[in-house]
């Protein structure tokens, strides 16, 4: 697939990582997991829409794709829930 969605796929990985690495960052600094849960949903986000390169029609509604980004938002829900209510 070397056409303009495999392109704009690629700038999307690559903004996916550089947010994860943006918390990865503050998280480094001030050790507070939500930082660290942020930084992770953004890398398994980056790494989800890899494979869609190599998908003859790539889909954002692939259930796969769904099932990858639930739980990453499950991991940043976990961590806000921890946040709020102890350690």
């Known amino acids: 697939m070397l056409t303009l969605e495999a392109y704009l796929l690629g700038v999307l990985t690559a903004m996916f990582l550089g947010a994860g ?4 960052r503050f998280w480094r600094e001030t050790r507070d997991s939500l930082f660290l849960a942020f930084a992770g949903f953004f890398g398994i986000e ?3 829409s890899i494979p869609l390169l190599f998908v003859a029609r790539p889909s954002e509604g692939l259930p ?3 099932w990858i980004r ?9 961590a ?4 709020n209510y102890g350690e």
Do not use: H, M, R
């Open 70 to 78: 639930l739980l990453a938002s499950l991991l940043i829900l976990g």
């Open 64 to 66: 796969w794709v769904f």
């Open 21 to 24: 690495v943006y918390f990865l």
């Open 46 to 48: 980056a790494l989800s």
């Open 80 to 83: 806000i829930l921890k946040k």
